[in-house]
Nanobody, 124 residues
Framework: QVQLVESGGGLVQAGGSLRLSCAAS????????MGWFRQAPGKEREFVAA????????YYAGSVKDRFTISRDNTKNTVYLQMNSLKPEDTAVYYC?????????????????WGQGTQVTVSS
């Protein structure tokens, strides 16, 4: 089992920034992929960003590219999502996800463990 705990969500005005964190604990793997997804009310969960074990490969949804940055600190088993230039359409519950292989996937069904989610609200 892997436990994921997100933090850093909140209310921010459009154009502002937030930094989400996700700490992983429990069973360890030799390499794994971490991802962020989000789900707005009435919408399906969508891919936001993912990062490889080494941190050398980064993947972003087109809607957040150039505004969001994913990073990780393997010494702390923590992944981050720096969100800049936030827009009202970024409002959603953001979920951290763990995929027990080093291969990237943008499909939520490919991830093995999930955090409880953290609310991000961007006001106009």
């Amino acid at each position: 089992q892997v436990q994921l705990v997100e933090s850093g969500g909140g209310l921010v005005q459009a154009g502002g920034s937030l930094r989400l964190s996700c700490a992983a604990s429990g069973r360890t793997f030799s390499s794994y992929t971490m991802g962020w997804f989000r789900q707005a009310p009435g919408k399906e969960r969508e891919f936001v960003a993912a990062i490889s074990w080494s941190g050398g490969s980064l993947y972003y949804a087109g809607s957040v590219k150039d505004r969001f940055t994913i990073s990780r600190d393997n010494t702390k088993n923590t992944v981050y999502l720096q969100m800049n230039s936030l827009k009202p359409e970024d409002t959603a519950v953001y979920y951290c996800a763990f995929r027990a292989t080093p291969n990237y996937s943008g499909s939520a069904s490919s991830y093995d463990y999930w955090g409880q989610g953290t609310q991000v609200t961007v006001s106009s």
